[in-house]
Structure formats: structure tokens, C-alpha cells
């Protein structure tokens, strides 16, 4: 490695210990999540201040946060949890979110003067995912039917657009593409299947004898595991996280078998390395990506910040709150905030929006901001409504 690449990824890795830190020092006066820091860092090593650049290895380090980002938010959702009432639900509520958001999409598509359409509509039907499961959990809301709720929408606010993505923006041939994702989903099924069978007796001594050890077989099996499906969705043409996300939900199934000891210690493990270390790269990196330029050329973009974010409310929120009509006012009002709270993937979908020429860098960066302000607000206004009773 070049000089230049050390000391960028020195500033780098200081930002990542810094935002934390950072985070629990204002958290008397306001709650940051370390991912909106970690983007603001970004900005500031790289457009601001200019004092981190990037090559070819921190490029490939931040790809590799990104799959890991992705299999981590696989590994969250509990499928036999979910399915059922929850999961239908989820669908149909994501599904008039696309409606909703292709539709104001290309309604805007003649004020971006470029093909933003496509881009804009599927960036406003994401949901954070795994950015509202460190919150759910601390609040304690994971363990009722409104957690459950959340969880089911969250999780197909972030499967829906990434198929939407190998689908519609991977590829120029979209009917060939459903063709393929239909053999990939019964490559996951098969996965699913034999995760699911008993372990032999030699596997299960060997995991459990190398939890503690340098051998860390069950650490280096899930490895072998998300590159196997990131490999098998880029050969068959997908987008690779669709992969990655996939082999997360294959492994949650495989690790149901282990002894709750054991699950919690790899998961520990796999949290560890993925928010210690891959998953912090990406999100600095995204940041140093800011065109901050563009905004600077085109301050009345800042226009766009607000409207952005009412649009992930409007379009991610609303399905939600309309489909809940049985529960009080609050509870909807909260599970609509928490489904429009979007980051990671409105970064990603930008990001190919701006490398493919169909958004602009300053349509970008407004959608960005937005989505880093749904992130700073809107989780906080849900469990402000969660904590307060209707009378």
C-alpha cells in the first residue's frame, strides 16, 4: 500500500472510533446515531478539509463494508417471527410505496433534466433497517407486536429495493433478469433447506471447539457462505447485495440449531467485526463521495432537503399508517415514522444513480441529506409518540 492509502485509512479509522464517542458526549442534548456522524466525518476528511483521498483499496474496503452491511441486516429478520399477518402486511404496504414513489419520481424527472425517474422512486421506498434494529432493541420495542410490526416492514423496505434493483438497474433486459432472480431464489431455498437440517455430530464438535480458539470455524464458514452467494448472484447477473442479504437470512436459519450460547457468541462475533470495523468504511467513505460541490454550484438545491424528507414520509409512511387502521392514533403515527427512516440504501441507489449518469451529484447529495435528517428526527418523534398514552 501506498503512503497516501495508509495514512487516508488512518483518518479513516479515527473517524470510525470517534463517532461513537462523539455520539454518547451530546446525547444529553441530542441523540446522533453513530451512522449520521460517520457520514458528517466522511464529508469532513474528504470534501471539506482534504485530508483523506480515495484509491483503489479503500474503494474495494468500503464495497466490503457494504456486503456486510447487507448480510448483517439479513441476519436480523426472523422469518418464522414475521411471517403471516406481519409479512402480508409488509408486502402490500411496500407495494403501494413503489406505486407511490415511481410515480413521484418521474413526476419529477423534468425538473433533474436526466433519466432520475427510475433512481428517485426506488431511493423513497427504502427503510433503514439496520439502522432502527440498535434502536428497537435498546427501547425494548423488539420484543412486542408493534417491534414485530416494524421489523416485518423495515425488512421488506430493504429486501423489496434491492430486488427492485437487480431487477430494474442491473441489467437491460428486466423479463431475462426475473427469469434469473427466480433460479437464485431456489438457490436460497436449497441453502434454507439444508441449513435447516440437523448438523452431524463431527460439524457441530468442531464449531463448538473452535468458538474460543484461533480455529473460529463457525466465523470463517459464514465467510465462505456470503462470498459463495455474493459470487453465485454475480454470475448469474444480479446486483451482489441481493447476495449478501440473502446468505444473512439463510445463516439466521442455520444458526436457530445452535444452543443459544452459541448463537449469541457468533452473532457477537459477526457484529463485532462487521460494526467494528467493514461497516463504519462504508458509511465514512459514502461520506468523503459528497459532492459537495454540487451543492455549492446549486445552493437552491437545499430547497430539496425538506421536501425529500416529507416525500419518504409521504411515500414510505402512509401505506403504513392506512394499513394499521385498528391501532390507536400513536402507534400508527410511530410505525409510519419508523418506516420512513432511510440511509443506507438511499446512499447506495445514488450512488448508482450518479456512476450510471441517470441522477445528478446535487440530486444526490439532497437526497442524502434528507435521508440523514429522517435519521436524526424521525426515530426520535416515533418513540415520542410510543411513550406518550392517548387518553
Not at 37 to 53: Q, R, Y
Request: aromatic share 6%; hydrophobic share 55%.
Amino acid at each position: 500500500m501506498s503512503s497516501t492509502t495508509v495514512s487516508s485509512l488512518v483518518v479513516i479509522l479515527f473517524v470510525a472510533a470517534a463517532a461513537p464517542i462523539v455520539s454518547d458526549f451530546i446525547s444529553p442534548w441530542l441523540l446522533v446515531p453513530s451512522v449520521v456522524l460517520e457520514l458528517v466525518g466522511g464529508i469532513l476528511i474528504g470534501p471539506v478539509f482534504d485530508i483523506a483521498s480515495e484509491d483503489d483499496i479503500i474503494s474495494f474496503l468500503a464495497a466490503l463494508g457494504l456486503t456486510t452491511l447487507m448480510f448483517l441486516a439479513g441476519l436480523e429478520i426472523d422469518m418464522p417471527r414475521i411471517r403471516g399477518g406481519p409479512l402480508q402486511r409488509a408486502i402490500g404496504g411496500w407495494a403501494a410505496s413503489l406505486a407511490l414513489g415511481l410515480g413521484l419520481g418521474f413526476a419529477l424527472t423534468p425538473l433533474d433534466g436526466t433519466r432520475s425517474g427510475l433512481i428517485v422512486g426506488l431511493a423513497i421506498t427504502t427503510t433503514a433497517l439496520s439502522t432502527l434494529l440498535p434502536i428497537l432493541r435498546d427501547s425494548g420495542e423488539l420484543r412486542n407486536q408493534f417491534g414485530t410490526e416494524v421489523l416485518a416492514g423495515a425488512a421488506v423496505g430493504e429486501l423489496g429495493p434491492l430486488i427492485a434493483i437487480s431487477v430494474l438497474l442491473s441489467t437491460d433486459r428486466p423479463a431475462r433478469t426475473v427469469l434469473v432472480l427466480v433460479a437464485f431464489i431456489a438457490v436460497v431455498l436449497v441453502a434454507a433447506g439444508l441449513a435447516m437440517r440437523p448438523r452431524s455430530e463431527r460439524l457441530a464438535r468442531l464449531l463448538e471447539q473452535t468458538m474460543t480458539t484461533s480455529g473460529q470455524l463457525a466465523v470463517r464458514l459464514v465467510m465462505l457462505f456470503v462470498g459463495v452467494m455474493v459470487w453465485v448472484a454475480q454470475e448469474l447477473g444480479l446486483d451482489v447485495l441481493l447476495g449478501a442479504f440473502a446468505a444473512g437470512m439463510v445463516f439466521r436459519l442455520f444458526s436457530a440449531g445452535d444452543s443459544e450460547r452459541e448463537a449469541t457468541l457468533v452473532e457477537a462475533k459477526l457484529e463485532g467485526l462487521g460494526f467494528g470495523f467493514f461497516v463504519p468504511l462504508f458509511f465514512i467513505i459514502s461520506g468523503m463521495r459528497f459532492d459537495l460541490d454540487a451543492i455549492r454550484d446549486r445552493p437552491a438545491i437545499l430547497i430539496a432537503v425538506p421536501a425529500f424528507l416529507l416525500a419518504f414520509i409521504v411515500v414510505r409512511g402512509v401505506p403504513a399508517f392506512f394499513i394499521q387502521h385498528q391501532w390507536r392514533m400513536n402507534d400508527r403515527l410511530a410505525l409510519a415514522c419508523y418506516l420512513a427512516t432511510e440511509l443506507p440504501l438511499v446512499v447506495v441507489i445514488t450512488g448508482i444513480g450518479v456512476q450510471t449518469g441517470r441522477l445528478k451529484s446535487s440530486t444526490s447529495a439532497a437526497l442524502v441529506a434528507a435521508a440523514m435528517l429522517s435519521v436524526l428526527t424521525l426515530p426520535l418523534v416515533a418513540a415520542r409518540l410510543r411513550s406518550v398514552q392517548e387518553p
